[in-house]
């Protein structure tokens, strides 16, 4: 089946450590995000990549790293430069041809917590 | 920019109940809109969406929403509810260019109630 995978589901920090979350898909989507997610906030937006060896800063990109090596890999680090790193975080894809209207697909999403 | 504003945090309602979870953007250019609903501990899971055409949009599971572009409203709409709709519900717009990212807004969390 296709879809989009994230790993770990829960992962736990210790204050001043990098961690790296993984996102993989196998739908052949061109662009691929990453969102987070704090209660009563909604999804905001990271970062995001059109095409391999690309990728753009999002709306909250302070504290965070990507790479895009691979069309269907997409991994996200969280740097101990992020204050306030402990939320949900979702990983989406999409195909930037077609007529789908930019809908996205959504990981299962990782639970980040720091101790 | 663009912006999306959902006016009720929480909604309760009794099951078989009808129920409306509203929804208003605001956007300087042409968007698509869409309804993702999430489960605890889930990721998003599109519920419908408009692109263009037709304003009234429906799912396959008896919702359905209206897209209103003089109230620049997505209002999303139920006529009897079941326990199983229990969730949380968010309204999204993507411009239809440029970085096509979603633009959230802070979600609705329904309860249905027995």
């Known amino acids: 089946d296709g879809g989009i995978t994230q790993s770990p589901k829960y992962l736990f920090r210790k204050e001043g450590q990098n961690v790296t979350l993984s996102c993989e898909q196998n739908l052949n989507h061109d662009a691929m995000y990453w969102y987070r997610q704090d209660p009563g906030q909604g999804l905001r937006l990271i970062y995001y990549?059109?095409?391999?060896?690309?990728?753009q800063k999002g709306d909250i990109a302070e504290g965070y790293s990507v790479s895009r090596e691979k069309k269907e890999s997409f991994p996200l680090t969280v740097t101990s430069a992020q204050k306030n790193p402990t939320a949900f975080y979702l990983c989406?894809?999409?195909?930037?041809?077609?007529?789908?209207?930019?809908?996205?697909?959504f990981g299962p999403g990782t639970r980040l917590t720091v101790l | 920019a663009q912006s999306v504003t959902q006016l009720d945090s929480q909604v309760p309602v009794f099951e078989e109940a009808p129920v409306e979870l509203r929804c208003n953007y605001s956007?300087?250019?042409?968007?698509?809109l869409f309804w993702y609903v999430q489960y605890p501990n889930q990721g998003l899971q599109l519920l419908l969406k408009?692109?263009?055409?037709?304003?009234l949009v429906e799912s396959i599971n008896g919702f359905e929403a209206e897209f209103n572009k003089s109230q620049t409203s997505f209002h999303l709409r139920k006529p009897s509810v079941h326990i199983s709709d229990t969730a949380e519900y968010f309204c999204a717009v993507s411009d239809r260019a440029g970085r096509r990212a979603l633009t959230f807004g802070s979600g609705t969390r329904l309860q249905v109630q027995p």
């Open positions: 956007s300087s250019v042409s968007v698509y």
């Open positions: 990549s059109q095409i391999v060896n690309d990728f």
């Open positions: 408009y692109l263009s055409g037709s304003t």
């Open positions: 989406a894809s999409n195909s930037q041809s077609g007529n789908r209207g930019n809908e996205q697909f």
